[in-house]
Nanobody
Framework: QVQFVESGGGMVQTGGSLRLSCAAS????????IDWYRQPPGKQREWLAT???????TYADSVKGRFTISRDNAKSTAYLEMNSLKPEDTAVYSC???????????WGQGTQVTVFS
């Protein structure tokens, strides 16, 4: 049984920074590509960033230059570093993991990020 759990959410002032974590319960974390998504209240879920199992990264235009996705395979954890936060970044942030071989995929339960002005 594989689980991915987000942490690091909270309240932060406009212009501040926050780092989210996505911790996995599997020893084969290195074979998973990790995505970060967010869903503001009343809006559809939005893809933010992806890091492949080889470390290649891609970003949505909405967060490019402000957010950084990374991973630490030794810790079985992926991260989303968020800088220059804006009120419109307020959302539930979730990680998604896709196994590169089996294509099994998993969602975390999400962590709330609130940016106040």
């Amino acid at each position: 049984q594989v689980q991915f759990v987000e942490s690091g959410g909270g309240m932060v002032q406009t212009g501040g920074s926050l780092r989210l974590s996505c911790a996995a319960s599997t020893s084969t974390f290195r074979f998973y590509a990790i995505d970060w998504y967010r869903q503001p209240p009343g809006k559809q879920r939005e893809w933010l960033a992806t890091i492949s199992n080889s470390g290649a990264t891609t970003y949505a235009d909405s967060v490019k230059g402000r957010f950084t996705i990374s991973r630490d395979n030794a810790k079985s954890t992926a991260y989303l570093e968020m800088n220059s936060l804006k009120p419109e970044d307020t959302a539930v942030y979730s990680c998604h993991a896709l196994h590169s071989g089996s294509l099994r995929h998993y969602w975390g339960q999400g962590t709330q990020v609130t940016v106040f002005s």
